[in-house]
C-alpha cells in the first residue's frame, strides 16, 4: 500500500490541539472509552495509535514529497495544500 504522505508520526491529538488554537476553539482530550461517544463511527481510528509511512512508496516510486507538511497547511490556513 502507498501512502503519499511527506510526514509520519502525527499524532491526532497534535492536530486536533492545533486547529482548535488557530480556529479559537476549546479541545478536550477523551479516553478511549468515551471515543464513541465523542466520534462515533470514527472512534476506532482515532482512539488508536496508527501511523503511516511513506518510505516505501518513496523507494519503489522514487518519489519525493514536497510542500510543506500537515501542521505547516493548517497554521497557514490552507490545510488542503
Known amino acids: 500500500m502507498y501512502h503519499g504522505i511527506g510526514e509520519q508520526?502525527?499524532?491526532i491529538k497534535d492536530i486536533a490541539a492545533l486547529i482548535g488554537q488557530e480556529n479559537q476553539l476549546p479541545v478536550k482530550e477523551s479516553?478511549?472509552?468515551d471515543a464513541p461517544a465523542t466520534f462515533g463511527w470514527l472512534s476506532p481510528?482515532?482512539?488508536r495509535d496508527i501511523w503511516g509511512s511513506s518510505s516505501l512508496t518513496q523507494q519503489e516510486l522514487d518519489w519525493t514529497p514536497q510542500g510543506i507538511g500537515l501542521l505547516q497547511a493548517?497554521?497557514?490556513g490552507h490545510p488542503e495544500s
Open 45 to 47: 481510528f482515532v482512539s
Open 74 to 76: 493548517i497554521k497557514n
Open 9 to 11: 508520526s502525527l499524532a
Open 31 to 33: 479516553s478511549v472509552a
